[in-house]
Nanobody, 123 residues
Framework: QLQLVESGGDLVQPGGSLRLSCAAS????????IGWFRQAPGKEREGVSC?????YYKRSVNGRFTISRDNAKNTVYLEMNSLKPEDTAVYYC???????????????????WGQGTQVTVSS
């Protein structure tokens, strides 16, 4: 059974850091595209970053967030630094299999989704 489980969300002060994890089971990351999305209350889900053969970042997080993949642990990470209140949201990871090129941060491109983890940036 294919599953994605996010963890690492927390309450953090502005300027702080968090590392989110997305642990995959039932498939390997080698040929998968993995995306991180977030959804704030009353807003649409938006793509933050993705990784496959290349990486992509939403402009507002570029330079602050870093996506990485540990194939041995079958886990994708999202390192978030210099966090701002506007980063507050539920963060989701998503997967699509058999990706041979780049990735997209369009929700409909992904097949499998995790349950989400809450990130709150507040003083």
């Amino acid at each position: 059974q294919l599953q994605l489980v996010e963890s690492g969300g927390d309450l953090v002060q502005p300027g702080g850091s968090l590392r989110l994890s997305c642990a995959a089971s039932g498939f390997t990351l080698d040929d998968a595209g993995i995306g991180w999305f977030r959804q704030a209350p009353g807003k649409e889900r938006e793509g933050v970053s993705c990784i496959s053969r290349r990486e992509y970042y939403k402009r507002s997080v570029n330079g602050r967030f870093t996506i990485s993949r540990d194939n041995a642990k079958n886990t994708v990470y999202l390192e978030m630094n210099s966090l701002k209140p506007e980063d507050t949201a539920v963060y989701y990871c998503a997967a699509v299999l058999s990706v041979q090129a780049g990735c997209l941060t369009i929700p409909s491109w992904y097949t499998y989704w995790g349950q989400g983890t809450q990130v709150t940036v507040s003083s």
